[in-house]
């Protein structure tokens, strides 16, 4: 069992930054791909970017592609989405999910395989 926690979220003015954290329980965060998720209101939730569990592959929704960053600390059982260049377009409510995976080198960007999820962070981005 995972439970995840995200925080950092707010309200931005365009072309501002901010970074998410998901913290996570457990003893086996490193055996997790993680993803960042994103739903704004009458759209359904896209993956953005996602990461997987040994950290060494990354991949990026074509939208955010250059602007988001996603890094994790396995350490601190804890993953981050750094968020350039914000629009209005990328005000949503983010969410962190965890995909539990033996093969620590993928970096899913599909819903489905997600297992646990956070209750999600609210980012604004103002004109």
């Known amino acids: 069992q995972v439970q995840l926690v995200e925080s950092g979220g707010g309200l931005v003015q365009a072309g501002g930054s901010l970074r998410l954290s998901c913290a996570a329980s457990?003893?086996?965060?490193?055996?997790?791909?993680m993803g960042w998720f994103r739903q704004a209101p009458g759209k359904e939730r896209e993956c953005v970017t996602a990461i997987s569990a040994s950290g060494s592959r990354t991949a990026y929704a074509n939208s955010v592609k250059g602007r988001f960053t996603i890094s994790r600390d396995n350490a601190k059982n804890t993953v981050y989405l750094q968020m350039n260049s914000l629009n209005p377009e990328d005000t949503a409510v983010y969410y962190c999910?965890?995909?539990?995976?033996?093969?620590?080198?993928?970096?899913?960007?599909?819903?489905?395989?997600?297992?646990?999820w956070g209750q999600g962070t609210q980012v604004t981005v103002s004109s």
């Open positions: 999910a965890a995909s539990f995976t033996s093969i620590h080198t993928i970096a899913p960007m599909t819903h489905s395989v997600y297992n646990y």
């Open positions: 457990g003893r086996t965060f490193g055996s997790y791909a």
